[in-house]
C-alpha cells in the first residue's frame, strides 16, 4: 500500500540540511587527514565516504516504514542492543584500554552508538503512554531508570564515560520534556545536591583526582589540558576568513590531537574562520529547530516524543562536543554529528535524520482523521 | 485507572517544545559567544602563538631506580647521555647548519643530510636525531656556538651505568629499547617509543618499581625554538631503588674464580632464602647495551657456543649427578629401605638382569654403609637403595626437594628441570619404564635435570633442617627519599616432611664428604670451618654410549665438549650453617678438583668476613678500654 502523500509530504528540506552538513564535514575531513603529508590517513577519507553511503541506506530503511512499526519493535530494538553490549564486553576489540568495538568480518561495529537510539525509542514509547500533564512521579519513573541505566551500566564498563553521559543527557531531556512532577523534581535535585558531597566524601584520592581533572582539564597540563591549549590556539587563530583550505598550521603539524574525530572543529575554525565555524553552528542550530518542528508538527505522542528524543541526541552532541574544543566543557570523546570521521556515528546520525523524516511525512496519517 | 492517552495533547507538547527552543537557543548563544571570543576578540593573540607553534610540550624524563647491593653500595645508576637532534622548522638556513654542525661532531654532512631524510615522518617542530650519547666535549663545542646552530638541540636523556662492566651481569641485566607491539600491550603504562625497558634480570622482573614516570613542561618558544617562558610543569617521579642481598665481595670472588670456566656459582643465606652471590660465566657487558649492540656484536652473543645469554644459575639443566645421592639416601632413609646399620658389598659393579652397573670406583668400596656411602659417593650402594625405593617414590622426595619445578625466583624464564617417574615416561616417549632406569636414576644421571638454584636450594634445606625457601634477590625497595616500600621477606615454598634422624644422618655423611679420611671434597678442607658438601660429576650424554660400550676410557683423548661437568653442593658451618652453595662447572670434570675449591673460597671469604663483623662489634667496646689503658700507660711515664 504506497500512499501518494508519503512523497507529497516528504521533507526535502531536512535532506537539504543534512546534505550540506555531509558535505561540510566530508571537506573538513580532507583537510584533516591530509595536512601534515601522512599518506596512511587517506585511506580514512574513502572509508567515510563510504560510511556515507552505508548511512544513506540506513536512511532509507528507518524512514520507509511508518514510526508506528518502529514502536511496535521497540523491546526488540533494546533487548538486541543491550545484548550487542553484552557482547562488546566479552568478545570486542580492547584498543587504548578499552572495549569499544565489535568486529563483524571486515568492519567494526560500535554497539554503544546504537545504544542512544534505542534508548530513545524505548523511552518514547514508556513516555508517550504514561506521560500526564500533571507530571510523571517517581512511580512513573522507575521503568525509565531501569531502561537508562541496563545499557549506561554496560557502556560505563566497557569504559566510555562519554557515551553514557550523553544517553543520560538525553533521556533527561526527555524525562524533563514529559515534564515531572514539581514536587518529585525538588525531591530529586535535593537528594542529587546531598549526595553529591556524600559520594565525594567516600571516594579515594585518585578517583577524586581523575573528576577534577575531567571538570578542569588545565589540571593535566601535559594531556588534556595542552590538547585544549592547542585546540584553542587553533580556533583563535582562524580569526575572521581563517587560513585557508588545507593551510591550517596547527591542524598541519599535528599539533591537535585527534584532529580528524573529536577535534575536528578545531581544524574548520582554523581553516575557515569565524564565518565557517559561524555558518556551521547556524547549519546545526536549523537541523535541531527543524527537528523540534517535526515533533510540534506532528500529531501523534509518540512521534513527538521519538523526535524530541533524536533531536537532543544531536544536540547535546553538537554542544558537548563543540564546547569542550573551546575550552568549556570536560574533555570527553564525543563525536560532531556528520563532521567528525567514525562510521558508527555517521551511520547513527543518518538513522537519526532518517527518523525524523519518518515523523515528518507521515504527519498526514492524523491530520484529517 | 487513569487514561493517560487523553491527557496530554499536541497542544500540551507544544508549549513543552518552545521551552525547549529556547534552552537550545541559549546554549548556541553560548557556543557563538565563545566562536566571537576566540576568533575575533582573541584572535590576533592566538594568530600570533599559531605561527610559531609556539606552545610546546616538553617531557622530563624520570630517572630509573638506582640498584645497590646488600651493603649498600651503588651497583647501577645513571649517567647524562647527550643526544644531538636537529628542529628542520627552526633551522634555517638548513645547509649552512648542517656543515657547521659536521664541524663541531666531525662527522661528514652527508651523514647528518642522510638522517634527516630517513626521518620524513617526523613533524617539522620535532626534533630529528642526529647522534646519541655525543660526549661531553661535542655538547660543549655545540653548546658554544649555539647561536650559530638555529634549530640544533640537545636533549639530555639520563641513561644506565653498570659500575663495573662484566659484573652481575645475568642477575642485574640490561635494558632494551621498547618495541611497538610492548607499546600498544598497554602493559607499560607511560612508555613510549624510544623508551628503554628492562630486557633481562632484574632490569626486567622489577621493571615496573624501576620505572619512574614521566614528567613534563608546557613551554613557550621563540621563533629560533628557544624556551621563553615555562607555563606549567608536572614533576617526573623518579623511579624505586632496589637493594638486592648479594654481597659484592662475594659476587667478585665468585666471578674471579670461575674466570675462563663455563658454569655457575649461587650462594644463599640458608636461614631466608636470600641470594648472597649468583654467578653465570661466561658473562657479558651490561654497559655495551646502553649504546646498543650492532646486529654483528648481538649475533656474536647469541651463538657463542658457551652461551652467554643464559643465565645457568637458573636456566642451566644438568643432570645432578651424585648430588642427587642426597635425595637418593634420604628416600631410602625415609622408606626405610636402609638405616644406619645397612651394609652392601661394592666390588665395582651392581648387576641386573643382563646388565652391568659400574661403580666408578673400578676396584670397589668393599663393604659400605650409608655414611661411607656418602662420604666416598658409592655408586653401587645407591643402585640397590634406587632398586629397592623405586622411581616413583624417589621422585616424591625430589619433588619434595623443589627438584622438577621453578623456584619461584622473581627472575625471567627460569627451567624447570626434570625429575622422571613411570608414568612421565609413558606419556612422553610411550614406553614403560625400565628398572634399570631406576638405578641410573638414583645416582643422579638419566633423564635428571636440575637447575644450580634447585641444587643450592636443596642443599640449603638439609642445612636448616628441612625448610625450602623461595629464593629472594631484594632485599629491600625503597623510594627515591628512603621510604621503604617492599623488604624481602623470607617465603617458604614447602617443609620437608623427613624425620631428624634421616638428615642427621645425612648431614653427618656429608659432613665425611669433606672432613672424613676417604671423603671425595678432602681436598677442600677448610681450616677453622667445618663444611659439610656432596661432589658430583656428571656425564655429558653424548659420551656416555660409546664410552661406556666401546671401554675407550682415556680421558685426555675426549673432546673438552665432551667432559663431564663438575658439581659440588655445600653448606658452613656443619654445625650452625650460614650459607649454602652450589657450583657447577661445565666440562669440569670432577666435581671434587674444579667446584669444590670454588664453593671453599666462597665460603671461606664469607663466614670470615661473617666473623671479622662479629668480632669488629665486639672489639669496638674493647678497643676503647684498650686505648684508655695506653692513655693511662703514656700519663704514668
Redesign the interface.
Known sequence: MFDRRLVQYFDWGLLGLVTLLSVFGLVTLYSAVTA?G?SPHHALYVKQFMWYGVGFVAMIFSFLFSYKTIEKWADVIYIGCNSLLVAVLIFGK?AG?SKRWLILGPISVQPSEIAKVAVIIILARYYS??????GLTIKGLVNPLIYILIPCLLIVNQPDLGTAMVIMLIAA?MTI???IERRTLIGIITTGMVSIPLVWFFLKGYQKERILTFLDPGRD??GA??HI??S?????????AGKGFLKG??NA???LPEQHTDFIFSVL??EW??LG??AL?IL??LL??WG?NI??G??D?FG?ILS?GVTALI?WQV?IN??MV?G?MPVVGVPLPFVSYGGSSIVTMMVCIGILMNVSMRRFLFEKG | MKNYLNTVNSDWFSQRITGVILCITVAFSVLFVRVFYLQIIEGETYRRLSENNSIRLQSVDAPRGLIFDANRSLLVDNRPSFDLGIILKDAKPLEETVDKLAGYLDIPATEITTKIKAARGVPSYKPIFIKRDIGRNAMAAVEVHKFDLPGVTINIRPVRHYISSMHASHLIGYLGEINSDELESGDYVGCRGGDYIGRFGIEKSYEDMLRGKRGGRQVEVNVRGQVVRVMKTVDALPGRNLFLTVDTSLQKLAESLMTDKVGAVVAMDPDNGHILAMVSNPMFDQNAFVSGLSHDEWNALLSNPDHPMTNKVLQGEYPPASTYKIVTAIAGLEEAVIDEETIFNCPGYYVLGNRVFRCWKRGGHGKVDIHRAIAESCDVYFYQVGEAVGVDRLAHYATAFGLGSPTGINLDNEASGLIPTSQWKRKRLGEPWQKGETLTIAIGQGFNLTTPLQMSSLVAAIANGGTLYRPVIVGSVETADGNVLQTGSPHVSGRLNISEKSLAIVRKGLWAVVNGKRGTARGSRLKGIEMSGKTGTAQVVAIKEPDREGGQTDKKEVEHRFKDHAWFVAYAPSADPTIAVAVIVEHGEHGSSTAAPIAKAVIQLYIEKKEGEYQAGQSAGSGELLSQMEGRIANNE
Not at chain 1, 503512554?129 to 500533571?134: I, L, P, V, Y
Not at chain 1, 584553542?232 to 575572521?240: C, R, T, V, W
Open positions: 601534515g601522512t580492547l584500554g503512554k504514561f506521560a500526564s500533564d500533571r531531556t520534556f514529559v515534564k597540563p601535559l589540558g595542552y591549549i592547542q584553542k590556539i587553533a580556533i583563535g587563530s582562524g580569526m575572521i598550521t596547527q603539524l599535528s599539533f575554525a582554523e574562520g569565524f565555524s559561524a553552528l546545526f542550530l535541531i529547530l523540534l515533533a510540534h506532528c500529531r505522542n513527538t524530541v544536540a554542544l563543540i564546547g573551546m568549556l
